[in-house]
């Protein structure tokens, strides 16, 4: 079965340190793979896209790496503050549109002073 | 821009009764489109559409009803409210054709309990 995989369990870091947060998949073949941010209460807001001919994206502390053969992404914040507790949510998107747009359940991430 | 506007935030509805949740986008976006989000699963598209008066059944379409007269507005209507659809609604809109990130721009969403 087609399945993603996001830790259920949330992920606590101290201030200052990287947080690494996984994304798994299984029977899907994406295109790209994006990451979202959602606080709560309230919609996801858009990250970063990585497409699957690239092993790396950065942007500012974020870092997204994409492994099409071990069928992973990995989400790395440099530096982590408190401002970036929040649930992080990845999502496929296979080739055919936005209707093609799959979405994990979402890790939440708490950075503690 | 206020970008992509959802009301209402809160909503409580008995077993059969219906409802139209709204949604507006002034980003001149084609494309718009419904999930609902329930603990501990991903976001699930209910109904999309491409453009004013096309729509499409996305994973989870049973129950709900959508068109789309405007590119701005796309409303989705609740028939007979069951206790299933108790759940977090978001709509979202974003440009055709990816627009390079295939970004989703979504909207505040609305909380539903069905008693």
């Known amino acids: 079965s087609q399945k993603i995989e996001q830790n259920s369990e949330a992920l606590n870091i101290q201030e200052g340190k990287t947080a690494t947060l996984t994304c798994n998949y299984t029977n899907y073949s994406p295109a790209y793979l994006q990451w979202y941010r959602q606080d709560p209460g309230r919609g996801p807001v858009f990250l970063l896209l990585i497409r699957e001919n690239e092993k790396e994206k950065r942007k500012e502390r974020l870092k997204v790496t994409f492994d099409t053969t071990l069928k992973q992404s990995l989400f790395h914040i440099t530096a982590s503050q408190p401002a970036d507790s929040a649930t992080y949510l990845c999502?496929?998107?296979?080739?055919?549109?936005?209707?093609?747009?799959?979405f994990g359940a979402g890790t939440r991430l708490a950075v503690h002073p | 821009n206020a970008g992509v506007t959802q009301t209402p935030k809160f909503q409580v509805l008995k077993t059969g009764q219906s409802m139209t949740l709204q949604c507006a986008q002034d980003m001149n976006h084609e494309y718009m489109s419904w999930y609902r989000q329930d603990p501990g699963m991903g976001l699930r598209l209910i109904h999309y559409?491409?453009?004013?008066?096309?729509?499409d059944q996305g994973e989870v379409p049973n129950g709900y009803n959508v068109s789309r007269s405007t590119t701005e507005d796309f409303p989705l209507r609740l028939l007979s409210a069951a206790p299933s659809q108790t759940s977090v609604y978001f709509c979202?809109?974003?440009?055709?054709?990816?627009?390079?990130?295939?970004?989703?721009?979504f909207g505040e969403g609305s909380r539903l309990t069905v008693l």
């Open positions: 979202a809109s974003s440009y055709s054709r990816g627009g390079g990130s295939w970004e989703l721009f």
């Open positions: 559409s491409v453009g004013a008066g096309i729509t």
């Open positions: 999502a496929l998107l296979l080739e055919g549109g936005y209707n093609k747009l799959i």
